[in-house]
Structures are given as structure tokens and as C-alpha cells.
Nanobody, 123 residues
Framework: QVQLAQSGGGSVQAGGSLRLSCVASGYIDSAYCMGWFRQGPGDEEREGVASFGYDGATHYSDSVKGRVTISFDDANNMVYLEMNSLKPEDTAMYYC????????????????WGQGTQVTVAS
């Protein structure tokens, strides 16, 4: 079993920055892929934002590429999402997630989820 606990988030003006954190506990080893997803108001599905594979490969959605960085501190089992140049359309509930499956930006691949943290970007 894997447990994910998130922190960070909040409200910021457009153009600002935020960092989200997620600590993983339980059985975590190098075979896990970590990801960040978001679900905006009215969205039916969670959108993949970024992923960090067990081989260190990172992937980003086109909507955040160049503005967001995912990183993983394997000594502390922490995954971070650094977000810069935030836009109002980035407003959403953000979730960290983990999977032992192949790394993906598809929510259904991930079996472990954090509790979610709200990010609100004011124009």
C-alpha cells in the first residue's frame, strides 16, 4: 500500500508561482511513476499535468510545458510540482498520484492518490 499526503497550493495572482508537495509513505520503490493531475471546476476528468518516471524521465502536458517542473526527492519520497507564470486557467484541484504501471499522463493508470489541494489563480 502507498499513501500520498499533499501540501502547498493556495491563491495567487496571475503570473505568480506556487509549489505543491507530496510525500509518499508505505511501499515505495524505484518502480513507481509519480504524477500530478488537476481537475478544474466542471471538468469530468482529471487532466495529467506532469509525470516523473522511475528512470527520471519527465513529461508535461502542452498546457503547462515551460511553466511547470516536476521533481522527485527519492531520499525523502517527496514529489514536487513547481508552477510559475500561473494563469487563471490553471485554477483547479491538484492531485499527486503514483502507479507501478508504465508512466503515463492518464489518470486511470494511477492507483494511488493524494487528497487534493486547491490552486486558485486570480486574474
Amino acid at each position: 500500500q502507498v499513501q500520498l499526503a499533499q501540501s502547498g497550493g493556495g491563491s495567487v495572482q496571475a503570473g505568480g508561482s506556487l509549489r505543491l508537495s507530496c510525500v509518499a509513505s508505505g511501499y515505495i520503490d524505484s518502480a513507481y511513476c509519480m504524477g500530478w493531475f488537476r481537475q478544474g471546476p466542471g471538468d469530468e476528468e482529471r487532466e495529467g499535468v506532469a509525470s516523473f518516471g522511475y528512470d527520471g524521465a519527465t513529461h508535461y502536458s502542452d498546457s503547462v510545458k515551460g511553466r511547470v517542473t516536476i521533481s522527485f526527492d527519492d531520499a525523502n519520497n517527496m514529489v514536487y510540482l513547481e508552477m510559475n507564470s500561473l494563469k487563471p486557467e490553471d485554477t483547479a484541484m491538484y492531485y499527486c498520484a503514483a502507479t507501478q504501471n508504465f508512466c503515463s499522463m492518464t489518470a486511470s493508470v494511477f492507483g494511488y492518490w493524494g487528497q487534493g489541494t486547491q490552486v486558485t489563480v486570480a486574474s
